[in-house]
């Protein structure tokens, strides 16, 4: 079995664990370890497919894993803003 194919095996398993646990109501789209296992599952596809050179496949999972992280980012800056004041942005008028 070829490297490529191992990485889209691994990478795609990580995705679908994120998938399976956000159906059944283990996390939410926002929780970091959905979007940390998307992000990762991203990263491993991407390298995969620059391997198997599936450019279609490259473009695809660097949007995933750039949306993921941008979450990520997004909830890690939304955390410290609530550690900061108390409340959400939103909730301070």
Do not use: C
């Not at 998938?19 to 990762?40: E, K, M, P, S």
């Not at 995933?64 to 997004?74: C, F, I």
Request: charged residues 15%.
């Amino acid at each position: 079995m070829s490297l490529a194919s191992i990485g889209s095996l691994v990478g795609g398993a990580l995705i679908l664990a994120a998938f399976i646990a956000l159906q059944l109501g283990r996390v939410d789209a926002a929780d970091r370890r959905y979007l940390a296992l998307n992000a990762g599952g991203a990263v491993v596809l991407v390298a995969s497919a620059l391997l198997a050179q599936l450019w279609g496949f490259v473009v695809l999972n660097v949007v995933w894993a750039g949306a993921s992280a941008w979450g990520l980012v997004h909830g890690l800056r939304h955390r410290e803003d609530l550690g900061k004041h108390g409340t959400s942005p939103s909730q301070r008028k």
